[in-house]
């Protein structure tokens, strides 16, 4: 079946010249236009093409925190602790790791059509998430198919914004900005679903497979590369070496570490927060379930990383890069430290959506200031790389804030957090010294 026959008009920037001048290559290129890369035939503009994406990634990543919004029933189920519950989210990013590093040592991502693999990636986090529904899964079998989804899911989100860098040049930050609000948006629709019905547990995993099958068929009949592609190519050990070597690189993927650190635990903990403050029964709809409104004030704290991402966007791709990154790791880190002493519930509402606006806000100009300060032939494995090492410091704060909770409270929970803006703060500023810094749109 064809692509959809979108009318397109391209961005206003000249294409790259298909690699001929560009340094570095360790490997055999391909000259001629693979087929994927015809999909440009349809001439659709680069907008559109965003917008689908963006439609593809929130839909795909609904299976991201299915379990993290159905984890009361879960622990029910299994009659297990909170901490062992947050296994069930820590899981998914340690497979979404092992999923970046594995297609980063084969080089998938720069020698395979983007959009098979966003494709492929949706469809299996699908069918795996389904697989909770068999009566006969038990704890250790989740655990197991949580970290299978992470995995799919790593051919999702970090391709996703390879194919959108291939569409954009000026305005690559705001258009990256898209992808990664979309993200968040996706992550948190399950606590939507949980918030606004009574359904079972049960029939939220279906609505969130369904929902990432249907990105799924999205990206591969609807999606290809854009004008500013490079040639597909085969991952060399030079190329790995190239990226390791790179302080630019080095320096942006710390930053981007030490804002994970902080973002994801923010995710996975945001919601059990809500449902023990005032805010949880003030927007519960039903009248009765504490649960459900603490997931719509987790779902709109989440999903205001989406009006964070856009406005960062238009900032960045004017002012600067990692004045936008800074700006957002201080402010967020600020939120951290104090907001746990809030008991008021208009404050403390007010702060979740700015905390989750801020917090997510400097994520998509990590990625575009990967795009500026490597080889452009290897955009592709360098994304994965820094999503994957990205995704380290994930697992330890994931679990440290129920633990610190469980000891200490809410307050030093979320300071646990802290150290992670402070490591991004202090890369940045290295970043900022050196050379490659001209390379960096308005640096």
């Not at 790791?97 to 720069?110: E, K, N, W």
Request: glycine letters at 10%; hydrophobic letters at 50%; proline letters at 4%.
């Amino acid at each position: 079946m064809d692509r959809l026959p979108l009318i397109i008009k391209e961005d206003k920037q000249q294409p790259f010249d298909g690699g001929e001048n560009n340094k570095g290559s360790c490997s055999e290129t391909q000259t001629e236009t693979p087929s994927h890369a015809r999909g440009c035939k349809s001439r659709i503009s680069s907008w559109a093409v965003l917008a689908l994406v963006v439609i593809s990634v929130i839909c795909g990543m609904s299976t991201w925190f299915s379990a993290a919004a159905i984890l009361p029933q879960l622990e029910l189920r299994w009659g297990i602790t909170p901490e062992e519950a947050s296994l069930l989210t820590i899981t998914v990013n340690i497979g979404f790791l092992i999923g970046a590093l594995a297609s980063t040592v084969v080089g998938i991502a720069d020698y395979v059509a983007p959009e098979r693999l966003i494709a492929i990636g949706c469809i299996l986090a699908a069918g795996l998430n389904a697989c909770l529904l068999i009566k006969q899964c038990n704890f250790a079998g989740a655990i197991c198919l949580r970290f299978l989804t992470g995995s799919a899911m790593a051919l999702v989100y970090p391709i996703s914004c390879k194919l959108v860098s291939t569409w954009f040049v000026d305005n690559r930050g705001l258009a990256l900005a898209f992808v990664l609000g979309a993200v968040g948006v996706g992550s948190a629709s399950p606590h939507l679903v949980n918030a606004i019905t009574s359904m079972p547990w049960e029939t939220l995993v279906t609505v969130c497979s369904i929902v990432s099958a249907v990105g799924g068929i999205i990206a591969i009949f609807t999606l290809s590369e854009g004008p500013h592609r490079k040639p597909l190519r085969r991952l060399c050990l030079a190329d790995v070496k190239e990226l390791l070597s790179n302080k630019a690189f080095v320096c942006t993927t710390l930053a981007y570490l030490g804002h994970n650190w902080e973002i994801y635990a923010f995710y996975s903990w945001v919601n059990e927060f809500a449902s023990e403050r005032d805010v949880a029964a003030a927007f519960d709809m039903s009248g009765g379930s504490a649960h459900r409104g603490a997931s719509l004030v987790a779902f709109m704290a989440i999903s205001f990383g989406l009006v964070g991402c856009i406005i960062a966007g238009v900032v960045a791709d004017r002012v600067g890069r990692t004045s936008v990154c800074l700006v957002s790791l201080l402010v967020s880190g600020g939120i951290a430290a104090g907001i746990g002493e809030v008991h008021d519930t208009a404050g403390v509402f007010a702060l979740l959506l700015l905390w989750g606006m801020l917090i997510v806000s400097d994520s998509a100009q990590y990625s575009a200031i990967v795009t500026e300060v490597v080889n452009p032939e290897t955009v592709g494995t360098a994304m994965t790389v820094q999503f994957g090492f990205g995704f380290l410091s994930t697992f330890p704060s994931i679990y440290v804030v129920p633990v610190v909770y469980n000891e200490y409270g809410w307050g030093w929970a979320w300071r646990s957090l802290v150290p992670g803006p402070v490591l991004g703060i202090i890369c940045l500023m290295i970043l900022r010294q050196l050379p490659d810094k001209s390379k960096i749109y308005h640096a």
